[in-house]
């Protein structure tokens, strides 16, 4: 061990042991119990750059102590170096200890240590540590769960952000990015390109549990700009609703902890009273009757501004009575000229069945692609594939009145599509102008058995304030489910006391049918839209 200045001139056990020890957060009053009685027998010590320095005070005089460093782009030991030391250390009959900042199996690399260690025959035992992906929003006196606002949440690391599937980890409702300090404007790109609207919030809370603490909170809209030319590393960051639970919590530890940048945004008012209130859609309670798999985003764009929604699935999507159509049809792509896609749904399950057949995007070459939809148009660069044609509001009525080239007699056009109850519109305007139109089945939807027994029991009690429609299939499905619930009594009752909200005036038209009216119309035809519509509909007006 000459070559690396590290020695210790203790006589050695007859065998030796390698403990690998959580440090957790920072303080020692966060450190085990077991992991403190070890501290104070070790013969060689290995830790982290990011342990509290008032660790190693536990340690006995002539234990030898080998920083390794470990953070960020300051030095850092080889790893392989760490595993050969700590093979022979133990090898020689100390007992070591491998310290290690937060949790050692949570973005410590530690399997490397064990592997090589169980490799030469040394025994090895790890001891647990609080996770700094835990403890910090803790003490940021910001909870990763809620009833409401939380269901899950996600820990990763932002070293090798372009490695992550963004497309997946904008739809979890809190998440919890260790490493990330020099890739914020990164994560926040991928968040708002992946559909999470510009005021969902976001924490970042640097030293956490440590006396210099200091937090962050903003959105993802400005929260680059507020950061800009501060030190943010070592930090964990916090994307999700339940950072509006902070200020009515009222907790932090320590005490002294710096919160900068929080009262100069009406995002995050001091005082006990709810965050909601201050929001655009607080207090309010909004009905989703979008599908399960659909809603997410749009549920959570409605919770970032305050509102509580309520999930009721007046849609159900599953496969087409068969796949013989479709399939025919993907057997032969060469024979048409245009893809027609008019909704996620229809993109999702044609490519699956592509895929399915052996084939990949590349057999689309020879097609142009026209969408309707701003969804539609991001399902489907999700895969790779961009749009030819997207008509103007995003609205199927559009695509033939202004589709490129106007001449459209002898053109052969592919239209995956809902197997029933979707509109014929559509294929009549462009049969008329002289186009061959082959329609075949991708999916299915359906009416649910039932209302979700959360929603039924909120029309129940008149708790809704808002209901959203982003189909007219979904608004039929709803007041089937309605009537079903209600029995011999009248629909309309439940309705009453609530606003009617809808993605656009086709929409409208079935609202308009079936529950008398509509309150509020989105003017772009698009979720975003009419998240907009409704926020604008609870404006004061001047």
């Known amino acids: 061990m000459s070559e690396n200045n590290y020695s210790t001139t203790q006589t050695p056990k007859s065998q030796g042991k390698v403990f690998i020890i959580g440090a957790g957060p920072g303080e020692h009053n966060y450190l085990t119990v077991m992991g403190q009685n070890l501290l104070a027998q070790a013969d060689v010590i290995l830790y982290d750059a990011l342990i509290n320095p008032e660790l190693l005070n536990l340690v006995k005089k002539t234990c030898l102590q080998i920083p ?30 491998r310290l290690k900042s937060g949790d050692p199996f949570v973005f410590g690399r530690t399997t490397s240590e064990v592997l090589a260690l169980k490799a030469a025959g040394c025994d ?44 997946v980890l904008a739809q979890i409702d809190t998440l919890v990015i260790l490493m990330g300090a020099r890739q914020l404007e990164t994560i926040v790109h991928h968040l708002r390109h992946n559909g999470q609207p510009e005021q969902h919030p976001i924490a970042i809370i640097r030293w ?38 902070q200020p009515s919590l009222g907790l932090s530890f320590p005490a002294n902890t710096e919160y900068a940048h929080r009262s100069d945004s009406a995002q995050f008012p001091m005082g006990a009273s709810s965050i909601q209130s201050a929001l655009p859609l607080g207090g309010k309670t909004i009905l989703v009757t979008r599908a399960v798999a659909q809603s997410t985003t749009f549920s959570q764009s409605l919770t970032s501004m305050g509102a509580t929604v309520v999930d009721m699935p007046a849609l159900e999507i599953g496969p087409p009575s068969s796949w013989q159509e479709l399939d025919v049809a993907i057997a032969s792509l060469d024979r048409f000229d245009w893809l027609i896609l008019t909704s996620a749904n229809g993109v999702t399950r044609f490519l699956e069945r592509l895929f399915h057949a052996g084939l990949d ?7 142009k692609i026209a969408v309707v939809g701003r969804k539609t148009a991001k399902t489907l660069e999700k895969q790779g ?51 061959t139109v082959v329609e075949v089945a991708a999916y299915q939807s359906r009416c649910p058995d039932t209302i979700a027994p ?10 809704i304030d808002i209901v959203t429609f982003a189909s007219s299939k979904t608004v039929r ?12 009594g009248n629909p309309q009752s439940w309705l009453t006391p609530l606003k ?24 772009e035809y698009t979720l975003d839209g009419l998240t907009q519509s409704i926020i604008d509909h609870y404006q004061p007006q001047d």
């Open 68 to 97: 390794v460093g470990k953070r960020g782009k300051g030095p850092s030991t080889p790893q392989t170096d760490i595993d050969r030391w700590l093979v022979e250390y133990c090898c020689q009959g100390y007992q070591v200890v």
């Open 124 to 167: 090895v035992e790890v001891l647990p540590g609080i996770s700094s992906a835990l403890a910090a929003p803790l003490f940021a006196g910001i909870p990763l769960t809620d009833v409401h606002l939380s269901q899950h949440f996600t820990v990763l690391s932002a070293h090798a952000p372009e490695s992550l599937d963004w497309s």
């Open 208 to 245: 956490g549990g440590r006396r210099q603490q200091q937090v962050w909170m903003s959105t993802l809209g400005t929260i680059v700009a507020k950061t800009q030319g501060e030190s943010l590393s070592p930090c964990v960051i916090v994307v999700g609703n339940v950072v509006h639970l």
């Open 361 to 367: 995007t590349r057999a689309l070459a020879s097609l």
């Open 385 to 435: 594939l961009k749009a030819d044609y997207i008509p103007p509001n995003y609205i199927a009525d559009a695509l033939v009145e202004h589709f490129p080239g106007g001449e459209l007699t002898g053109q052969t056009l592919l239209f995956p599509r809902v197997e029933s109850g979707g509109r014929d519109v559509l294929v009549k305007q462009f049969t008329t102008q002289g186009a």
């Open 454 to 463: 959360q929603a039924l029991q909120a029309l129940q009690a008149q708790a």
């Open 477 to 488: 499905y709803f007041y089937q489910l309605l009537q079903q619930s209600v029995g011999e």
């Open 500 to 523: 009617i909200a809808s993605i656009g005036p086709q929409t409208s038209l079935t609202c308009q049918e079936l529950l008398g009216r509509v309150d509020i119309e989105a003017k």
